[in-house]
């Protein structure tokens, strides 16, 4: 293939009209496809449903410790559910504290207190003039959004192939007592699909923070989300390095059940020092009387240990591996050489991450959607919503069925052309 | 019966020494008792075990608009699980929001987004030199901890036969700004059972106060809990009255199914006007991706609709009836006539409000707690813990057993005269 650079303005114009003419074929059909978010696929769902039958009138609702789980009370979990998260988590069962529905909720809630209580008897965020996050980019809008609407400065900090650039962490951490937490995806970053190399957790766990009350917000969304069974990636536990490192307290680590059994009705937990849990239990004394502990009782029920879960995601890993895999091999094929774009193929998690060339990404999204195609927002992947190379594009390849992605990815590579033939030739 | 305070020293003392070798063979029994808590019996929670067999892998878990309950999204709950709890609460389904498991949480963040975002553009409460909250009492404690969590200053406002006293409430809601928010628990309050008469709530929803960001926050968590099929206390609806009042923002609403189905495990909703609503959305949609929609399916496929609550709380009724009917039996019985104490038969709700003389509760308390049995703390129904007469105790009587209640009220009233007397003797 001949890089579109590299072709005379005669030849792309010649290019862009054959393109143009698939491209309202395609429009013509009217479609309406959906790459946007990091939804399980309903056959994924369908994979959990054992769950709705674990639990019935014909069985008890009592913890191996006698709690009855249909009362009130266990304000931190029952036992045998930090037990399985514990276990996934690879942290001890006594760190754990197990949430409701949503770690995103517990990501939240971590926050407004530090706003409004400090951290560990620092000041209380909301009484200091100036607090920031360090995101990460691309990142994770969701994480983004919480920062913003407590009203915190975020600083971009680029993503390598090892993890965020940790020569600018260790700066801005040591040097700046404004800065108060980093938003961190490990493993299978999202968008990118990238896991911390050992160093950087080591450089992690080893900051040297200015403030006190700072602290690593590692949320281990794809933990167990492999792709293959032979090729993994392998993330250092940071809770124990950060032990190790004489900074316990440096870090919360956060995951879920929800990409596992059902979005939005799993479980979630929370793993961090006994100090850190002390102070969030006395949190979650006053703002709830417990989480729903029937549905940790269904979750262990259903899977009863880890290597239930690690059965269970090599299902979900069937049904992801060829979605992701069909996607990269579009982009391959229709993409490789042309040097309009560059992604990433990651080993895990739910997200292909595609750069543009600059400037083009809120044009080819909006292309796409002329096409009825629906891909997550260009800029999404930055705080403030503003990708200062309006390059980045997250592509969640789960939810649509196989035959839907062929076609979504067809018109998402006849996009790319499309605007980056406009780039060139000085249109955009 | 003679009053105590009628009798002599000497018929005192020679009371007195019959009681204590009473108070000695019950003592001597080891017993362990249990009267602190609302929580509903082992018998109340098997009534909806069935709740348990509605969703299995057999059915669906899609909702009437065909949205899947297993994957993400649907933030502000299903459709018929606003239409069901909408129906208990007596309010146009559009006014609802379904949360997860617990409405003490949805008021702990409702309290902790006006520290952080103010209410609808006002002022964030932690901004404020001084933010009050006003109290009946005696009330719930769980509400005075959240308040005390924020640091908001606490007004106890005396509790009437009718409510809350709206003489004071109405003077300083108008007459002071820094006034921001009522506790209320206006139907079958906890802990005096007691219902909002109408006048009270007409005059809650014709309030002119001070700040343009108070709130009354109205816990109708014993809305359908009854005691009896043929008197029940009836309330007036305050999301309507406060409309008609030209105040439609002026409430939050909550309830949750918690004492319906399964504590820590129901569905939670909070009604409001569409102004309040869309603010606490847009919260909401930052915080989480939302909450568990299969356990609001599984309420909505369990009860139907708000007929099927009805009948399911006649059920919990002809548990809890025979119960409050014990106490009160024991009260009347063996404290009628005494003038030691006063109590309120209630018609519904979850507690009896007891009123010791001024100066005893604590030590009645203690004293109950010596022979195994335990009550709710002594000042636990004003904030901060503090009971300036030293005299209200909550009896809540749901979950031990019929035999252990009979024994657990013996014990309760056998303190109450053992340290009237000492009291009367001048001996606390």
């Known amino acids: 293939m001949t890089a579109y650079k590299d072709l005379s303005r005669e030849e792309l114009l010649e290019l862009k009209s054959g393109l143009e003419a698939r491209f309202e074929e395609v429009k013509a059909k009217g479609l309406k496809l959906d790459m946007s978010r990091g939804k399980p696929s309903a056959e ?7 769950m709705m039958d674990v639990l019935h009138s014909g069985v008890d609702l009592i913890c191996e410790d006698g709690v009855d789980c249909r009362n009130y009370g266990g304000l931190d979990g029952i036992a045998e559910a930090k037990q399985l998260l514990a276990d996934m988590m690879e942290v001890p069962k006594d760190n754990v504290v197990i949430f409701g529905n949503s770690s995103l909720n517990v990501m939240y809630d971590t926050v407004a207190r530090s706003m409004t209580h400090g951290v560990l008897g620092s000041t209380p965020w909301c009484k200091l003039d100036k607090v920031k996050f360090l995101c990460p980019v691309p990142g994770y809008d969701r994480h983004f959004a919480i920062t913003e ?12 192939p090892t993890g965020p650039d940790m020569d600018m962490v260790e ?16 493993k299978y970053s999202n968008p990118q699909g990238i896991t911390y190399s050992d160093e ?29 069974e032979d090729k993994q990636d392998y993330l250092i536990e940071i809770l124990s390095e950060c032990k190790k490192a004489g900074n316990p307290d440096m870090v919360y680590k956060f995951s879920s059940t929800s990409k596992i059994s059902f979005p939005g009705s799993g479980i979630a937990a929370l793993a961090a020092s006994e100090a ?51 996607v990269i091999d579009v982009l391959e094929k229709e993409l490789g050489g042309l040097e309009i774009g560059s992604w990433i193929k990651p080993l ?22 002329e096409a009825g195609l629906v891909m997550t927002g260009a800029g999404a992947t930055f705080p403030y919503g503003k990708d200062p190379h309006d390059s980045n594009i997250r592509i969640a390849p ?31």
Request: net charge positive.
């Open 276 to 326: 850190n849990l002390n102070e969030i239990r006395g949190m979650m004394k006053v703002q709830t009387i417990g989480h729903d502990k029937v549905n940790q009782l269904r979750h262990v029920r259903f899977f009863k240990d880890v290597h239930g879960i690690v059965e269970h995601m090599k299902k979900h890993a069937d049904i992801m591996r060829p979605k992701f895999e069909a």
């Open 44 to 50: 994924q769902l369908n994979l959990s449903m054992g």
């Open 348 to 369: 895990g998690g739910y997200f292909i991450s595609f750069d543009a060339m600059d400037g083009c990404a809120k044009a080819i999204v909006a292309k796409a959607k």
């Open 398 to 428: 789960s939810y649509p069925t196989p035959e839907e992605l062929a076609v979504a990815t067809d018109i998402f590579v006849l996009s790319v052309k499309l605007v980056s033939i406009d780039k060139l030739l000085g249109n955009l």
């Open 171 to 186: 700066k801005l951490v040591s040097e700046d007592a404004s800065v108060k937490g980093i938003w961190c995806v490990p």
């Open 200 to 228: 950087t957790v080591y450089r992690f766990a080893n900051l040297k923070p200015a403030a006190e009350d700072f602290r690593i917000y590692w949320d281990n969304a794809y933990c167990v989300h492999h792709l293959y």
């Open 149 to 160: 609407h407590f009203g915190i400065e975020m600083i971009n900090v680029p993503m390598t």
